[in-house]
């Protein structure tokens, strides 16, 4: 088993940037896909962003090209999201999620993804 926990949301104005860490325990996630997604009020979850095992495949969510750039720390078990340029609708509650497929597809659909954290809010003012 996978334990996830996500931190580093908060309170953050249109322009600002914010950090996400993701830290993983009971079991190495160094084979692991891991990937971020993102749920609004009244909206399905969304993917973000996601990393390959070694960190040399990323991929992204259009929405989210050239402001957000995900990496992964194995030796510390933690996956980052680092959040530039933050717009309203950003505003969601993020997951962090790992995928224990040992092969890279991308990473964008839940389908891939074996644990999930409980989330952190994210919430971007105008």
């Known amino acids: 088993q996978v334990q996830l926990v996500e931190s580093g949301g908060g309170l953050v104005q249109a322009g600002g940037s914010l950090r996400l860490s993701c830290a993983a325990s009971?079991?190495?996630?160094?084979?692991?896909?891991m990937g971020w997604f993102r749920q609004a009020p009244g909206k399905e979850r969304e993917f973000v962003a996601a990393?390959?095992?070694?960190?040399?495949?990323?991929t992204y969510a259009d929405f989210v090209k050239g402001r957000f750039t995900i990496s992964r720390d194995n030796a510390k078990n933690t996956v980052y999201l680092q959040m530039n340029s933050l717009k309203p609708e950003d505003t969601a509650l993020y997951y962090c999620?790992?995928?224990?497929?040992?092969?890279?597809?991308?990473?964008?659909?839940?389908?891939?993804?074996?644990?999930w954290g409980q989330g952190t809010q994210v919430t971007v003012s105008s």
């Open positions: 999620a790992a995928g224990s497929r040992g092969s890279w597809i991308g990473g964008r659909t839940r389908r891939e993804y074996d644990y």
């Open positions: 009971g079991r190495t996630i160094s084979s692991y896909t």
């Open positions: 990393i390959s095992w070694s960190g040399g495949s990323t």
